[in-house]
């Protein structure tokens, strides 16, 4: 499976964005989808994961109740909403695909990232 991250881009600090991830290849609708993001200087970690049917999701503690995941398999397009942005969440944001169960958090496909800048 092929994935393309779009919707990146430089906002304020308590603004918003709208990430995008369009797949193509295998079927999208069997596979569970996450974003991942990566500071600078800093490990890759897990965002927000988001199973095949849309039904469980799952997000990291500095991002619940900002962040949203969802997807469009019709589209086979993945999205995070990610409201209330703050400072720390300036990272290049990775979105990923596994065959595999959503809550494993682990992913075999990858797309190119796109650089998330949140200014003070």
């Known amino acids: 499976v092929q994935l393309q991250a779009s919707g990146g881009g430089l906002v304020q600090a308590g603004g918003s964005l709208r990430l995008s991830c369009a797949a193509s290849?295998?079927?999208?609708?069997?596979?569970?989808m996450g974003w991942l993001r990566q500071a600078p200087g800093k490990e890759r970690q897990f965002v927000a994961g988001?199973?095949?049917?849309?039904?469980?999701?799952y997000y990291a503690d500095s991002v619940k109740g900002r962040f949203t995941i969802s997807r469009d398999n019709a589209k086979n397009t993945v999205y995070l909403q990610m409201n209330s942005l703050k400072p720390d969440d300036t990272a290049v944001y990775y979105c990923?695909?596994?065959?595999?169960?959503?809550?494993?958090?682990?992913?075999?496909?990858w797309g190119q990232g796109t650089l998330v800048t949140v200014s003070s």
């Open positions: 990923a695909a596994d065959p595999g169960n959503a809550s494993r958090q682990r992913y075999d496909y």
């Open positions: 290849g295998r079927i999208f609708s069997r596979y569970s």
């Open positions: 988001i199973s095949w049917s849309g039904g469980s999701t």
